[in-house]
Each structure stands twice: as structure tokens, then as C-alpha cells.
């Protein structure tokens, strides 16, 4: 796998990747923020004589959670410092079902417990007991059912639910969270028995800002039930090969969506039409849509696009993309597994504006790079699988923003591809899998001191050859391959 392009399908546009949890399985709700700031991770560097002095209240918090089977309830202590304990055992690993009961009452805000192991309906009485000081709440993977649902009906503040990977909540369970009209983000990725029946639920939702719905199979005609969610901005039905154009219609008076997921799915051009009436979106991701060059003619108008997912479609062509012209503020264009060729690049010219590109396509050649001159904001460029050689790559060594390159699968690239790419010192991820490159091309690599990922995979390059180029000039290195 990793001598494949690393970017795989339904990737791109993934809004919360930056929020993974513990296996990175699915996308965290707002809950996880406090990941982030977590002092959790210090206390625990500090114990291994590491990190910087940890603060009095690092060391009370640490000190809790050795010896938490010796409390029976934190409802006595400021809400803050509950929380810093809860989140503490949940990132160490050692909150269980008994230990969880010393929190109850404690009005608690945030409960991330995404995928923690164990979790199940008897843990949601004392969820429940936060009562309306409790705002997010982060359930994904866990054995919560419809009868656990219930409890959560006193919880009437509650902005935020995540219940991704949790297939034993059914349309029974929707019908438990219809009265909690102060959500504004909801989640049940990947869930097979929620049918268009059971969205009726979401009808009353009127604050919902953002829905995900993503490997939803049942949901087909449900949609007509959001219709009146005027302050929906993010929809995500990726992956939900039962939409089709008939879907889009309930979306049309959704007029302040700016990001709209319906990768996979049976939406063909006239849906699309649709669409037209979405004057503030920037995010639209069509990969796998059987579109053609009649549903570009409805996207020239949205010219407020700043991300476009075209992948997987062999109905784009060079001839589409001229009707892409239009979109100045485009800033990210996925076109992988298009026929799009050399000719179809130099069409993209007038995009100044584009950040990231990815093309994964076997007709793109050294000719085709030559138009790429023109990007100079691109941060992310991905041409994997593609016909290139060192000649073209010349045409890339003056990109001097570029953040990600993955120049996979060119079988023809050598050590001097390195050598033309080592000045780009802003890169943080660079994969050339698949390659002519050798151990002795590493050299060139010296100068790229913010590398953080580096893949060579199927090279000539064995992982002594990187660890010893890590230890004495890429400090920052953290993830590479071979390993």
C-alpha cells in the first residue's frame, strides 16, 4: 500500500481530518478540541523525565489518576478541574465503567469518549447527569444503542453529538434527539439502519449547522426532511450510492450550505442543476458522480467554489475543464482517475488561486508540467502514476510553497528528481514511491529540514539509509517508509 498514491478516494475533502482519534477511524466531533491544549500528554512526559516543570495542577491531576479507584465523586470540585481529570484518564486509557461513576453530577461540558473501549448504555446515566451544562458529546464506536438515547433528553443544551460506527442506534433512536433544538452538529457516519423514514427526526433541528450522514444506505429520500434547515452549512452524504438527482431538490432552498459531500453517489448532470441556487458554496465533492460536460455548465456559477472533487470519472475531460475558467477562487481541484491530458492542464492557467492539485493521471506527461509554472500559490501537488521523467520535474523545482508533493508511481524518476527538488524547503511531506531513486540520491534531501513524512517505498533505499539521514540532518522527521 505504500507505494500507492497517498491519497486515497473520498480523501480530499475530508473536513475534520485534523480531528482524528486514538485509530483515526472516523472524524471527531467538537468535543476533541481539548486534545489539543491537553496538559495530559506533559504530566505523562514529566514522568518520564522529559518535557518542561509541570504546573501544581499538572501534578494534582497526575497524581488522581494513580490514584483513582480511591475516589468515589469530583461533584464537589470546580467544573474545570473535573474536566481536566476526565480528560486526563480518557487520553491515559484508564477511565472504566466504575471510575466514570465518580463523575456524575459534576456539570460537565465536554464528554469525548470517541471509540473509548467499553462503552455502552450503562454508561449514559451519568452522561446524563451533567444535565444542561453538558454541550458536546462524543459516543463513535461504541455499543450505545436506542435505549441509551434516552437518557440524553434532560441534556437540552447539547451542540454537539457524535454517534460515527455506532450500528445499533436505528430510526428508534433519531426519534429520542428530535427535541434537542440546540444541536448544531450531528454525526452518524456509516450507519445502516437509519432510513428516510427516521430523518423526520431531524426536522426540528432548526440550528443544525452541520449534518454528516456519510455510508448512510438507507437515507434515500429523507433529505425532503431537511429542506427547512436554512442554517445548515456542511452536509456530507459521501458514500451514499442510494442519491440521486431526486435528493437535490429539498437542497436547493439550503442557501447558506457552503460545503456539500455527495461523492459515490447516483447524482447525474440535471441534479446538479439543482445546485445552481448555492451561491456560498465553497466546498463540492463529486468524485465517482456519473457527471459530464453538461454539469460544468452549472458550476461555472458557483463562483464562490474554493474546493472541487472531480475524481473517479472518466466523463472528465480536457473539454470540461474550460468551463472551470470561471472559478477564480478555486483553491483546491481534485481531477485523479480523469482522462484529463497535457492539453487539459493548460486550460486550468487562468486558476491563480489554486493551493492544491491533484491529478493522478497516466496521460500527464513531462509536456503537461511545463503548464504548472503558472500555479505558484500551490501548496499541494500530487501526479502519481503518470508518464514523468527528471525533465519534467524541472518545470515543479520552482514552486517554492509546496507543502505536499507525491510524485508515486513515476517508475522513470531518479536520485536527480531529488536533486531538483531540494530546494523546496517548506515541504513536509514528500512520496516518490515506485521510483529509480537510491540510497545515494538521499544527499539532496539535506536542505529539507520541516520534512516530516517521507516515502520511498519499492526504491532502492532501505530504512538504515533514512534513519541515518534523520539522525543527522531531518530532526523533524517523524513518519517514513521503508521503516
Known amino acids: ?11 480530499l475533502v475530508d473536513e475534520d481530518s485534523v480531528h482524528r482519534g486514538v485509530s483515526g477511524r472516523y472524524c471527531k466531533s467538537g468535543s476533541s478540541k481539548w486534545l489539543g491544549t491537553s496538559f495530559s500528554r506533559a504530566a505523562a512526559d514529566i514522568k518520564q523525565g522529559k518535557g518542561k516543570c509541570p504546573s501544581l495542577m499538572e501534578l494534582c491531576v497526575y497524581k488522581i489518576r494513580e490514584d483513582i479507584n480511591q475516589h468515589s465523586t469530583f461533584s464537589i470540585l470546580p467544573r474545570d478541574i473535573s474536566q481536566q481529570i476526565f480528560n486526563e484518564l ?7 465503567e466504575t471510575s466514570f461513576e465518580a463523575f456524575r453530577d459534576c456539570a460537565l461540558q465536554d464528554l469525548n469518549l470517541g471509540e473509548y473501549p467499553g462503552v455502552n448504555d450503562s454508561w449514559m446515566d451519568v452522561i446524563s447527569s451533567q444535565g444542561p451544562s453538558l454541550l458536546s458529546v462524543d459516543l463513535s464506536g461504541s455499543d450505545v444503542t436506542d435505549s441509551g438515547l434516552i437518557h440524553l433528553v434532560d441534556c437540552k443544551n447539547l451542540q454537539a453529538l457524535n454517534f460515527d460506527y455506532c450500528d445499533q442506534i436505528s430510526d428508534h433512536g433519531l426519534e429520542r434527539l428530535s427535541g434537542l433544538s440546540n444541536l448544531t452538529s ?11 423514514q427516521g430523518m423526520s427526526a431531524f426536522s426540528g433541528l432548526f440550528n443544525l449547522v452541520k449534518l454528516d450522514l456519510e455510508r448512510c444506505p438507507g437515507i434515500h429520500g429523507g433529505l425532503d426532511h431537511i429542506k427547512g434547515l436554512t442554517k445548515l452549512e456542511s452536509l456530507n452524504i459521501n458514500c451514499c450510492n442510494c442519491i440521486t438527482d431526486g435528493d437535490m431538490k429539498p437542497l436547493s432552498g439550503l442557501t447558506n450550505l457552503k460545503g456539500l459531500q455527495i461523492s459515490s453517489s447516483k447524482v447525474t448532470d440535471y441534479g446538479v442543476t439543482f445546485l445552481k441556487a448555492l451561491n456560498k458554496l465553497t466546498l463540492l465533492n463529486m468524485e465517482g458522480c456519473p457527471v459530464t460536460l453538461a454539469c460544468l455548465d452549472s458550476l461555472s456559477e458557483l463562483r464562490t467554489l474554493k474546493v472541487l472533487n472531480l475524481g473517479f470519472n472518466e466523463d472528465i475531460s480536457d473539454a470540461v475543464l474550460v468551463h472551470l475558467k470561471g472559478l477564480g477562487n478555486l483553491e483546491s481541484l481534485n481531477l ?21 492539485l491533484n491529478l493522478d493521471a497516466r496521460q500527464i506527461t513531462d509536456a503537461g508540467l511545463a503548464g504548472l509554472t503558472n500555479f505558484k500559490n500551490l501548496r499541494s501537488l500530487e501526479i ?29 524518476l531518479t536520485d536527480k528528481t531529488l536533486e531538483l527538488i531540494s530546494g523546496l524547503t517548506q515541504l513536509v511531506c514528500l512520496n516518490v514511491s515506485n521510483s529509480r531513486v537510491t540510497s545515494a540520491g538521499l544527499q539532496h534531501l539535506k536542505p529539507l529540514k520541516n520534512l516530516k513524512s517521507l516515502t520511498l517505498e519499492s526504491c532502492k533505499v532501505t530504512a538504515n539509509d533514512i534513519k541515518k539521514l534523520q539522525s543527522a540532518d531531518l530532526p523533524n522527521l517523524v513518519n517514513y517508509r521503508p521503516e
Request: glycine share 12%; hydrophobic share 30%; aromatic share 6%.
Open 1 to 11: 500500500m505504500g507505494g500507492a498514491c497517498s491519497r486515497k478516494r473520498n480523501q
Open 90 to 96: 480518557v487520553y491515559s486509557q484508564t477511565l472504566t
Open 186 to 196: 450531528l454525526s452518524f457516519r456509516r450507519n445502516n439502519t437509519i432510513s428516510a
Open 336 to 356: 485523479s482517475f480523469t482522462v484529463v491530458t497535457d492539453g487539459g492542464l493548460r486550460k486550468l492557467s487562468g486558476l491563480s488561486s489554486l493551493k492544491s
Open 384 to 412: 502519481c502514476g503518470g508518464g514523468l521523467t527528471d525533465a519534467g520535474v524541472k518545470n515543479i523545482k520552482d514552486l517554492s510553497f509546496l507543502t505536499l508533493l507525491n510524485l508515486s508511481q513515476n517508475g522513470h
